[in-house]
Antibody, heavy 118, light 110 residues
Framework: QVQLVESGGGLVKPGGSLRLSCAAS????????MSWIRQAPGKGLEWVSY????????NYADSVKGRFTISRDNAKNSLYLQMNSLRAEDTAVYYC???????????WGQGTLVTVSS | QSALTQPASVSGSPGQSITISCTGT?????????VSWYQQHPGKAPKLMIY???KRPSGVSNRFSGSKSGNTASLTISGLQAEDEADYYC??????????FGGGTKLTVL
């Protein structure tokens, strides 16, 4: 069955960096858009970034533009999010999600918690 | 990029119908039929319930339906069941390859 498994979260100091990974299985990863969506503790969902199936197109929310970089490796069925210059407001559970067409996020991982604190 | 507007909470009794609204602007909900809805139980990942305003993914109960009028999209759940109690989020394409979620609505089944 479809599985998306995020990893790489943890505690990081303000200004620090973290790289999240998402391992996909059970579907043809290279056919799907992929996105990162986050949820601050007790808050709602916020779209962070997306990447097209062949990595030709990417985009970011204004809140992370210039600090985060999304990438994928279709040979490894993996999605990544490089997060630099982290701020306290980036503290959230980060979900990876797939989509045949945006914004139909049809499969989601269980999320990985990123905490930015000194 | 402010969030789409949803009521913080709605409630209904088993068997009743409820509607959750999602209000955006002419730059997002009003301009595109690209609205989706997600159900999220506590501690769980969101689940796609409706896409393209009113389409249901395979496996989603036909008690869930979606619609749109102007800048407002709506999710209706008929024949409320206890397991429908969850948070619900709308999401819309907002132009320029960006996407916007609603603030979320907590559904309580009385």
């Amino acid at each position: 069955q479809v599985q998306l498994v995020e990893s790489g979260g943890g505690l990081v100091k303000p200004g620090g960096s973290l790289r999240l990974s998402c391992a996909a299985s059970g579907f043809t990863f290279s056919d799907y858009y992929m996105s990162w969506i986050r949820q601050a503790p007790g808050k709602g969902l916020e779209w962070v970034s997306y990447i097209s199936s062949s990595s030709s197109y990417t985009n970011y929310a204004d809140s992370v533009k210039g600090r985060f970089t999304i990438s994928r490796d279709n040979a490894k069925n993996s999605l990544y999010l490089q997060m630099n210059s982290l701020r306290a407001e980036d503290t959230a559970v980060y979900y990876c999600a797939s989509a045949r067409k945006l914004p139909e996020f049809d499969y989601w991982g269980q999320g990985t918690l990123v905490t930015v604190s000194s | 990029q402010s969030a789409l507007t949803q009521p913080a909470s709605v409630s209904g009794s088993p068997g009743q119908s409820i509607t959750i609204s999602c209000t955006g602007t002419s730059s997002d909900v009003g301009s595109y039929n690209l609205v989706s809805w997600y159900q999220q139980h506590p501690g769980k990942a969101p689940k796609l319930m409706i896409y393209e305003v009113s389409k249901r993914p395979s496996g989603v109960s036909n008690r869930f339906s979606g619609s749109k009028s102007g800048n407002t999209a709506s999710l209706t759940i008929s024949g409320l069941q206890a397991e429908d109690e969850a948070d619900y989020y709308c999401c819309s394409y907002a132009g320029s390859s960006t996407f916007r979620f609603g603030g979320g609505t907590k559904l309580t089944v009385l």
